[in-house]
């Protein structure tokens, strides 16, 4: 024991520092639970007396002189730099909102005898590269799997991507190719299957494109997303389309069907089938705006 007097004044020196007690602490969802005395920033941390005045000037370097022992704190300033593990659902992305959470335990002998009191999260940055943050709390758990048996604080965090940025990369150039697919089947005279069968055939090579380039930019799942949702509907598009022009020239070709069958093709492709793409694009925003 330091021997600290409560109605006396106190001095501390250095060697007297060194054996207050000081929380050790151990990052449970790090990889490989990481423990703060290991962990680089642990030598620069600063240990400070906390008075009804304010705190004192003095770190554990220093002598503190002249300080009272009733209503004293003793507080332990540290920064740490670490990873920590978190599990994401990305069947709804880019719409989705993902928790990160870290969760802080002592790894001291004494954890179960201490009580922890979570304060506030301080947060310097919000926007980042391709998401945002939309809160972050502080808190107790018991709840999370770990060797200690004690109360241990969990920072939560919840992200949000930036939509923006996927609408103008991804979204509107689909749909725009998929427009210049649609105006084919407004075309007509003798020369118009050639015609819409190059431009098909180029839109849908120029989507395959995008749809490799945008899988390999998001994270690898074992699972399908809503992006490779919208990019096989959209690749599927354009094939739709040959394939209903190249029924329709073998008929007409051929002079043996009656003119209801080929009608009917032409009018599901003018008609039915950007119908039913505008219906696929409405479910699609609707389903990832609940999710936001």
Known sequence: ALNLQEREKNVLAYNEWTRIWTPELVFLNSPDYLISKN???????????????????????????????????????????IDTLCDFDMFYFPFSIQTCNTVIALANPVAAEVELIPKEVTVDDREFETFYLIESTIGITKDYETRIDAENIIVSMKFSYSILPIILT?????????????????????????????????????????FISSTNAMAKTTYVKMMDVWMLVNFTY??????????????????????????????????????????????????????K
């Open 170 to 210: 991804n979204y509107i150039p689909v749909i725009v190719l998929n427009m210049i697919n649609q105006y084919t089947n407004y075309l007509t005279g003798p020369a118009r299957f050639e015609v819409i069968l190059t431009v098909n055939a180029t839109v849908l090579m120029t989507l395959a494109s995008l």
């Open 39 to 81: 962990l680089q920033g642990e030598s620069d941390s600063r240990v400070i007396l906390v008075t009804q005045t304010g705190p004192t000037k003095h770190d554990n370097g220093s002598l503190v002189k002249n300080f009272f022992y009733k209503n004293v704190f003793i507080s332990k300033f540290s920064t740490y730099t």
């Open 238 to 291: 354009p094939f739709i389309i040959i394939t209903l022009h190249i029924v329709i020239y073998w008929l007409e070709r051929i002079k043996q069907s009656k003119g209801c069958v080929i009608n009917l093709l032409v009018r599901f492709s003018r008609v039915m089938l950007p119908a039913l793409y505008i219906l696929f694009i409405v479910i699609y925003l609707l389903v990832g705006y609940t999710r």
